[in-house]
């Protein structure tokens, strides 16, 4: 279903990146039909405005998405969570941002907490992109204070990493 998504919007790329949009922000659809953020309506305005595109084209997605009984039962339960990465440093955090040479790798989470676990550092959030709901793919950790050079040394070795941004 995952991929079917994206081809329910084929006819109209404009719509298409509304609701591109809407599953990167892990914005929803209320029952009114408007895009929401945990239950929250937000103006089509704004959200025009945020995604680049006329706000007609917004209504007309969101109308569509309503529409569609598979595509309004999700978009009518996506919620939004904190994401920690902006306010990480003031919080005494630290970010670790893995770019994966391969999206499809089943083992880059599993490996990268490994490594962090291995060093007994605390987890606070963890989050991964996903392939078809993002451009660019990424693995982020948050962990409690500072990463050791050692562990970054070993999630750089990982055969999954790319490359890895603090």
Not at 32 to 55: C, F, H, M, P, Y
Not at 64 to 78: D, P, Q, S, V
Not at 142 to 163: N, T, Y
Request: charged fraction near 20%; hydrophobic fraction near 50%.
């Amino acid at each position: 279903m995952w991929q079917q998504i994206p081809e329910y919007f084929a006819d109209s790329p404009s719509q298409q990146k509304v609701l591109r949009f809407l599953l990167e922000n892990g914005f929803g659809i209320s029952p009114n039909g408007k895009i929401a953020v945990n239950g929250i309506e937000l103006s089509s305005a704004a959200v025009s405005r945020a995604a680049g595109v006329d706000r007609r084209v917004v209504d007309a997605a969101a109308e569509r998405i309503g529409e569609i009984e598979e595509l309004r039962t999700i978009f009518a339960n996506l919620r939004v969570t904190p994401d920690f990465t902006n306010v990480a440093k003031d919080l005494g955090l630290s970010v670790i941002t893995i770019l994966p040479k391969n999206a499809g790798d089943k083992n880059i989470v599993a490996s990268a907490a490994g490594v962090l676990a291995s060093f007994d550092l605390t987890l606070r959030q963890i989050f991964v992109t996903d392939s078809y709901a993002a451009e660019n793919p990424k693995l982020v950790i948050i962990i409690d204070g500072k990463l050791p050079a050692e562990a970054l040394g070993m999630l750089r070795e990982l055969p999954a990493v790319k490359s890895i941004i603090l």
